[in-house]
């Protein structure tokens, strides 16, 4: 069994910073990409920003210059860090990824159950 969990969310006045993590555990034989997702109040879940296994990155338009995708592939966690945020980035926060469990077996998608993000003054 996969698990991925986050942490790292909480309440930020706008212009702050936080740092998102995303550790996977389990049965790994491989992972393959990984990103963050969001959902705002009354929104669709988003995709944020995305990393490749060799280190490739794409970012949505909306944290461009803000948030930094980066990824540990020996101790298979992933961060977030997120600065200069804004009421906007308000959302819940979810880790995705892509592992193949065994040698033999495809890979599949994982999901984390979310951290918060609330940006407020």
């Known amino acids: 069994q996969v698990q991925l969990v986050e942490s790292g969310g909480g309440l930020v006045q706008p212009g702050g910073s936080l740092r998102l993590s995303c550790v996977a555990s389990g049965t790994i034989f491989s992972i393959y990409d990984m990103g963050w997702y969001r959902q705002g109040p009354g929104k669709e879940r988003e995709l944020v920003a995305a990393?490749?296994?060799?280190?490739?990155?794409n970012y949505a338009d909306s944290v461009k210059g803000r948030f930094t995708i980066s990824r540990d592939n020996a101790y298979k966690t992933m961060h977030l860090q997120m600065n200069s945020l804004k009421s906007e980035d308000t959302a819940v926060y979810y880790c995705n990824a892509a592992i193949r469990t065994r040698s033999f077996s495809r890979a599949a998608t994982y999901w984390g159950q979310g951290t918060q993000v609330t940006v407020s003054s």
């Open positions: 990393i490749a296994s060799g280190g490739g990155t």
